[in-house]
């Protein structure tokens, strides 16, 4: 077939030929997800849908509408000032907020494709919920066993991750941990079995130096069923994001070995001297390609005269080198303030937004 | 039919009362004064104006000077006719001028403090190590009772100092140096009396509670906020956990506790001292519940840029004045964020600086004015929008 000559150039969006969608996670397969939203929506039964206001807190009298009323009409006449203005063709999109943060979290990671965990940023459900209530809503959810919290990447951004997803990995990672121990009584069979288990974890760029070390096994004084304990302390919502090791010792009785093996397969990743985050295996490949994917958006608004796209261009394209998909990190960098979201006549547009280079010198 | 009545007044929901609905209208309708701006000042650290008479304002520069206008003075010197019709600006310049110096500070003057119950004293600390206690009238070091002159030589950079403003006790001043520990320096001897270690960082903004006198709460570089209670040889009470909320169980080792990802550098409490709001480097400020010390998970938004490592000053209205409470946020994105105390919600930003916001401050009394001073050398008033206008 001809290439078209270079007078005629198509427009590269419709040039390249879309494969089939790479398989994602599907949260209607999954009976206990469906047992976690049951539970959910019933405790939410009261409160959907959201009241505007958010939750009355205890300061607010029980006559409020009486204040609101007449400071909405002050509001009003105070906005018409000459100082701002908006123009009504082009005003910031204002948040609907019609799931509850649980149906938003499922939602998130069905977009996700299987290669990367299902981790969802907060950031995401801040841009997707508003801020107001989304952290109080996470720790509730926390406090029930729902999800838990992660921090994730370098920067010290908290992803969310369902704590049944969690218990898989950690399940999967148990049982071939298992089979490896069960079949080895020499060198051969312990490494073929724990090498199986270090490819499983994919390309981190430390297989080769974990295979080596991996191989010991047998000589280590780590218990059968270190994960299941581990799975038992980390799920409990009195751990938290990290651990020290007195804390591993006493609460899990982990030996040192076993912590450098939870350490190995990444469910625990260095904070401090004897301080260990508690983690998700695989999340660096989620947070090397999210972070690109963010560069990625932010430059490519950057690039534009006034830093702005309309909504409906960016996410043509897939990003390059991140599997996450474009509306998802949209919503991360809205929840993170980096870019705003407007409704104009031609669409929703996103534009770049400075949060002021505070200028520190004094003139 | 009385018991029924008594029963009614009693039991029903309590009426909102006229004039806090009033003054918190006022609050919501803040805008820039027209006619009056402030002579040229240096780039100001901290503003305070006097709690007694609400009429004195003083601005801490960061050129070394120290600069006390009157606000009144309008209404003291008087407008003639003439003036009134042309609508002539009004140049409030400042009564009394501390310059760079042996008798003033050698560098940049980081806080100011008046008195809480006299006007004729106040306290400046700077970068040059020194808190100075000054006569307002004389604009001199004031001498104190036996002639000693109150200068506290700390000889580290002084980022913040606080006197408590219901002191009866004590006359202390808590400084937060360089040298990670808060001094308190005694006002009635001119001595130190003790420090008090823990932080591993310097220290940069400190602030006492409006509710107890001993109290104290400084906020470091090393991301904690502690809270110290002066009386005690072990002086610290506690740290802020930012992990810490009202349902989480999660328990923190001593050392690894942390209220901030970054430095803290502001502090504000609400006028009855039962809560507390933390902001640091890490730009979400934090809402905290002072007697449990947990986390209220406020979340402010990310409409703060805070970078700079000098003390903030953020500032609470007080809750008979203002309700639901605001927060005043200066920024360093030369704006002042107004956000909704307890929910979070941005409620306006006052937009007037040309370089970053570093204090904002309340003009007490009966007057719902603030006032914000930034790096361009500009103090701003702002005022509630006149209802005749």
Redesign the interface.
Known sequence: MDSPSPSVRLPSRARRPRGPPPPTHCSADNPRIQALLAADSAANAALFPPPP??PP?A?????RP??RK??SA??SS?SS?P?LTPSPAVHATRLERTKTLLETILHIRDSLPLSIPPLVPVHQL?GALG??T???EI??L??VRAVRRFKVGNL?EICVMLVCDYEDSIRAVAGAFASGRCSTDGDGGGGGGCSAAVVVRGPDGESPKKKVAVQKVSGRNIGDDVFDRFLTYATN??????V?K??LTTSMRATDDEIGELFSYGFLTLK?VD?YWVSVRNAGVFWSGFARGRTEVLQTLKKRKHGEMLKAHLEEKPLRGCAVPVDLVLLDLL????IESLDAPLGTMIRLRK??T?????? | MFARLLKFRETR????SIPL?HS??AF??L?LRRNLTFEES??VNALQIDPLDARYLLAAC??SSVRLYDLEEEARLGRDEEDEAAAVDWLCRPIALLDRGRRGHEYSVTGCQWFPTDNGLFTTSSMDGTVKVWDTNTMEVHIGADSCACVFEIEQHVYDHAISPIAQSHNLIATGTEDQNVRLCDMRTGAFTHSMRGHRAPVLVVKWSPRDEYLLVSGSVDHTVRLWDVRKANACVGSLDQ?N?A???????EE?VTAH?GPVNGLAFTSDGLKLVTTGHDQTPRLWDMPTLHNS???????I?N??RFALHPVITPLDAC??PLLFHP?????TVVLDL????EVMRLKKH???VACAALRGGATQDVFSGG???QICWWTP?DPDT
């Open positions: 206001q958010g807190t300061t607010q009298p029980a006559s009486l204040l007449s400071r002050l509001n105070s000032s100082s801040h801020h107001a989304c952290d109080d720790a509730k926390e406090a010290g919502p009195t751990t938290g994001l990290f020290t007195s804390q401090d301080t929840g993170k303030g980096s949060r002021g505070g200028n520190l010198n004094w003139t | 929901p309590s009426a909102p609905h918190t209208a919501l309708s805008r240096g780039p960061a050129d992990y909320s349902g989480s169980t999660h328990v923190s080792t690894t990802t998970l406020a979340n402010y938004g990310p409409h840029r970078k700079a309700s639901p920024s360093d994105s030369r704006q307890f929910t979070g919600a040309t370089a970053r790096y361009d050398r929008e």
